[in-house]
């Protein structure tokens, strides 16, 4: 990375994480009033999955007078960081670019896109893909004497976070590429371990995904997995790379 006589004492760089995070934050409070404005619209399309698998007749209820209102404000949360993601991976590339070689600072546009297109892919895959077979695989269950009543609050609990969960782990070759940069790892070693990955990939999806179903696990494994070997060969990018940005600090 950059030359250690160069670097920034700790305080400056608790200074420079302060004034970032106060930016997203920001960011995220104008992204909340937009949202929040259209709340309406943002509440169909999250509840859309489950409202399309529900038998006829059947609604969200809510159980206490202001679970209604808080469920709105978490809704325009979720959405405003949706809406303000490039910038706050813009602002963590601001930060951590002291650290990089000239020549690698020059991939913030890559960074940010790709972070950006991960993070969103990983959102639409859950909400389009995980998230309407797992619902209707629960709703079959119901019957003329067992009738679904799903609250609103463990609905949207529910889904934000596994749409939540699929939008970070997405970023997996993001997470591979920087650990390459730094010699953590390489290609040839994630190639080798891979069997290990593959164990490590069920039991994180097993984590992050708040359902407790091996359906949901499997669904978020199974892309993991791809961008795993997707990771490989970013990792070989990665790696020749390294040795024009190391001339180029010595020159």
Same mark, same amino acid.
């Given at each position: ?67 209604? /209102?808080?469920?709105?404000?978490? @809704?325009? #949360?979720? =959405?405003? $960081?949706? %809406?303000?993601?490039?910038?706050? *991976? ?61 609250s609103l609050r463990e609905y949207l609990s529910f889904t934000l ?8 782990? /997405?970023?997996?070759?993001?997470? @591979?590429? #920087?650990? =390459?940069? $730094?010699? %953590?790892?390489?290609?040839?070693? *994630? ?61």
């Amino acid at each position: 990375m950059a030359d250690p006589e160069e670097k920034m004492p700790f305080t400056t760089h608790l200074e420079e994480l302060r004034t970032r995070l106060i930016r997203v934050i920001i960011a995220i409070g104008f992204g909340f009033a937009a949202c929040w404005y259209y709340r309406e619209w943002l509440f169909q399309i999250i509840t859309r999955p489950l409202i399309q698998v529900l038998p006829q007749n059947s609604s969200l209820i809510f159980t206490s007078l202001p679970e209604a /209102f808080f469920n709105y404000m978490k @809704i325009s #949360f979720f =959405a405003s $960081i949706f %809406l303000t993601s490039p910038y706050a *991976l813009y602002q963590l590339w601001k930060f951590i670019s002291p650290g990089l070689y000239p020549s690698e600072k020059k991939y913030v546009a890559p960074f940010v896109i790709s972070s950006t297109l991960l993070f969103l892919s990983g959102i639409l895959f859950g909400y389009f893909i995980a998230l309407p077979p797992a619902f209707g695989f629960f709703v079959e269950f119901s019957s003329d004497i067992l009738r679904p009543l799903f609250s609103l609050r463990e609905y949207l609990s529910f889904t934000l976070k596994l749409l939540l969960a699929f939008g970070i782990s /997405f970023e997996l070759p993001v997470i @591979i590429f #920087f650990m =390459a940069k $730094i010699g %953590l790892v390489t290609s040839k070693t *994630l190639a080798k371990q891979r069997r290990y990955a593959i164990l490590i990939i069920f039991i994180i999806a097993a984590i992050l995904t708040p359902s407790p179903d091996a359906f949901s696990q499997i669904l978020m494994a199974i892309p993991l997995m791809i961008l795993y070997e997707f990771g490989i060969l970013v990792a070989k990018f990665a790696e020749k790379k390294q040795p024009d940005a190391e001339k180029e600090v010595d020159s």
